[in-house]
């Protein structure tokens, strides 16, 4: 099979193909990304209980969100599907893997096994976290993004991302509300990101014109992300659903109006 083969959405410069991440990367030639941005699955829609609109009920995020069966397996997952990122990235290239402890400690070490070089553990701090539903530990206050390289060295805009004020560098602890209404009027995804934390870490890691992909497409926030950056995309999502949502929220984009916007303000984002 083919990429021509696969059913795909979006437009020229920001396509989602209806895929397996595995199987769509094993269709891309090695050394052809220059940054991967991914937010795989929690595996945490597993009989837990959570508080939604005052009242307690399960979490279930979706079936693509259940564990495959035990750690052990969700584990050599998440080696596979990163083994093949490192080897559609460029040498130069870099990875960005979100996720709650359900899942990042194994992808913390999936990373350094596959020798991927981390170069910065970022943490998304939620101003606005849910309650604890059960009264019995901390609110879940933060996500964690793990930036890493194949070691060749990498993009790191700084003065895109910094004022000119030394004193006032950008610390690896983001402070990001939750997704604002205005990003989800095109519909619905349970687990969709923030705007503003992907934009952030494609305008610090890659370059115009870049080729950015994202294995667990969802919604489309990467794609949307990289079309206002005026860089190019390619996702995979397994979901038809969440493919149709993407290519909405692609459609609604006006490329390279970001980037327009940071030309006019100057540097800080
Ligand atoms: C955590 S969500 C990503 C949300 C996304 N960052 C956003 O802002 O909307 C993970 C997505 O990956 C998809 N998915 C799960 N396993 C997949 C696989 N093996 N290949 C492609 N997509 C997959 C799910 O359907 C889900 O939409």
């Keep these: ?25 094993r269709l891309m030639p090695a050394g052809s990304v220059d940054a991967v941005f991914a937010d795989p699955p ?5 009989g837990g209980v959570t508080l939604k609109n005052g009242r307690v009920g399960p979490v279930d995020k979706g079936a693509w ?7 052990e397996r969700d584990h050599e997952f998440n080696v596979r599907w990163l083994e093949e990122a490192r080897r559609v990235l460029k040498p130069d290239g870099t990875v960005w893997v979100s996720g709650t402890h359900h899942a990042i400690f194994s992808i913390g070490f999936a990373l350094q096994t596959l020798g991927l070089k981390v170069i910065n553990s970022v943490v998304w701090e939620k101003p606005d976290p849910p309650p604890n539903a059960l009264h019995t530990a901390f609110t879940h206050a933060h996500e964690t993004l793990v930036w890493a ?22 610390s690896s602890v983001w402070r990001i509300p939750a997704v604002p209404r205005r990003e989800k009027l095109c519909g619905y995804h349970p687990t969709q990101k923030p ?8 305008l610090a890691s890659t370059g115009e014109g870049d080729l950015v992909f994202d294995p667990f497409c969802g919604s489309g926030t990467t794609a949307v992300a990289a079309k206002e950056l005026n860089r190019s995309f390619v996702g995979a999502e397994l979901e ?18 970001v ?8 540097p800080g984002a």
């Excluded at 929690?42 to 597993?46: A, H, Q, T, W």
């Excluded at 790191?156 to 991302?161: D, I, K, R």
């Excluded at 705007?195 to 494609?202: S, T």
Aim: aromatic share 8%; charged share 25%; with cysteine.
């Design 42 to 46: 929690y595996r945490l829609s597993n």
């Design 240 to 257: 038809e659903e969440f493919c149709e949502l993407a290519a909405r929220r692609i459609g609604a984009t006006e490329r390279g109006s």
């Design 149 to 170: 390289s194949k070691g060749r060295g990498h993009t790191f805009n700084y003065e895109l991302v910094n004022s000119p004020n030394p004193g006032g560098q950008l």
């Design 65 to 71: 969100d259940r564990s495959l069966g035990s750690f």
């Design 1 to 25: 099979m083919g990429l021509r083969e696969l059913e795909s959405y979006g437009e020229p410069g920001a396509m989602v193909y209806l895929a397996d991440c595995v199987e769509l990367m």
């Design 195 to 202: 705007l503003r934390l992907v934009r952030r870490a494609l």
């Design 259 to 266: 980037l327009r916007e940071i030309r006019a303000l100057g």
